[in-house]
């Protein structure tokens, strides 16, 4: 049989793994958007038969795309979180 204390402490361990699991998932969007754009960089540069100015330009471009969603996914999130408190008072 489950105590208020159990409870209370499984609550919180599910809302700590809620967000290592968002986190985690941010961070591999962020390294897949990286990895692809910079990829494609490679495949210009190779196709084009230029000097590495497509990857230089797209991996730069990656990573503050990569920023951007991030920063997006954070705001967005705490807004949530903001609007839930305030539907809770």
């Not at 809302?15 to 958007?33: E, R």
């Amino acid at each position: 049989m489950a105590t208020d204390d159990d409870e209370k402490l499984l609550k919180k361990n599910k809302a700590a793994i809620n967000a290592y699991m968002k986190y985690s998932g941010m961070g591999i969007q962020m390294a897949l958007i990286i990895t692809v754009l910079s990829y494609g960089g490679l495949l210009l540069d190779n196709y084009l038969k230029t000097n590495p100015v497509f990857t230089v330009i797209l991996s730069l471009s990656s990573v503050l795309l990569a920023m951007y969603v991030f920063i997006k996914a954070v705001i967005g999130q705490n807004n949530k979180e903001n609007s839930s408190k305030n539907f809770e008072k």
